[in-house]
């Protein structure tokens, strides 16, 4: 086993954070924030190159967006001061160690598979987007698949995805589409959503008193969702789906039998496909952290001083 320790950083809406990846204990330690988004991105690499200690080998990175060969931001969804940036070089030019970079489901399949020792499962993120990496045979087999924004609505009048289409499943079953479907069905309902509490949980707690809004609208995710996995079912079935995001875990919590229920009615050559006995749907053993373990790993293979 590898006495290692690498510098693992994850980014989002929120900002960065960054740890300590040990592989001899298998652990993340020296947790530290950047509470604001960087405004430049000389502030985003000092803070990803601050109290490198000389134990610590390299850096790895799981950031959302697409990259180029492993080290260079074509574009972020959130953090648009890496946007065509090269990273590895930046960090290889302030603290000459190697580094590896990858997008934020790639190393989040990845540090799940090496968690659980697990070779053929997809691995879905259903929060604020809807993104999602198939491993088969140990290896993430679609790096640049766009699963979020499959179409599973074709009607003239689906909702408008931020990719520029129509009726894609981040559109309809996303977070983000969520919230805006609860302040809808609210204002056409005279419900007045109570000030100081999130929108979901508002959501939740209705659905948790059995109100018949709060029930349908779950019943409308448990279904965009089941188009989804039946289309990645029917390309290529696995035995395995792990699910991570806030609205997933609570989808799986309150729904899943509704996700079987529609899967199995579209699924009528190989029904199978979509039962508890073939089918596992788990949440991931490591929602917050998989991500960052997974960066460790696909550093030991592929990082390098850009
Ligand atoms: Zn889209």
Not at 59 to 70: Q, T
Not at 199 to 209: G, L, P, R, S, V
């Amino acid at each position: 086993m590898s006495g290692k320790i690498v510098r693992v950083i994850e980014g989002g809406g929120s900002g960065l954070r960054r740890a300590d990846y040990s592989f001899a204990n298998g652990t993340l330690g020296n947790f530290r924030r950047m509470e604001n988004i960087p405004k430049t991105i000389e502030e985003a690499i000092a803070f990803m190159c601050e109290e490198l200690m000389p134990g610590i080998e390299g850096v790895a990175g799981s950031l959302a967006g697409v990259w180029a060969e492993n080290h260079i931001m074509k574009k972020s969804p959130n953090l648009h001061v890496f946007d065509g940036e090269d990273i590895g070089k930046r960090i290889s030019t302030i603290c000459n160690r190697p580094s590896f970079w990858g997008n934020d489901m790639l190393t989040a399949a990845t540090g799940e598979a090496y968690l659980r020792n697990l070779y053929d499962f997809y691995i879905l993120t259903v929060g604020g987007g809807i993104g999602g990496k198939r491993v088969y045979k140990g290896e993430v087999i679609n790096p640049d698949a766009e699963v979020g924004h499959i179409i599973i609505d074709n009607s003239p009048y689906a909702k408008m995805c931020g990719c520029g289409n129509q009726g894609c499943v981040e559109a309809c079953a996303s977070g983000g589409a969520v919230k805006e479907k609860i302040i809808e069905i609210c204002r056409a309902r005279n419900i007045t959503i109570p000030s100081g509490i999130d929108i979901c949980k508002f959501w939740d707690d209705e659905y948790d008193a059995e109100k018949e809004w709060a029930i349908i609208l779950y019943d409308q995710v448990a279904h965009a969702l089941a188009n989804l996995f039946t289309i990645l079912q029917k390309t290529h079935p696995t035995q395995l789906i792990v699910v991570k995001g806030t609205l997933g875990i609570n989808v799986l919590a309150r729904v899943s039998d509704r996700i079987r229920f529609y899967m199995r009615e579209k699924m009528r050559i190989n029904p199978q496909w979509a039962d508890e006995d073939f089918l596992k749907i788990e949440k991931s053993i490591s929602p917050n952290e998989g991500s960052l373990v997974g960066a460790a790993v696909l550093w030991e293979k592929y990082a390098q001083l850009w």
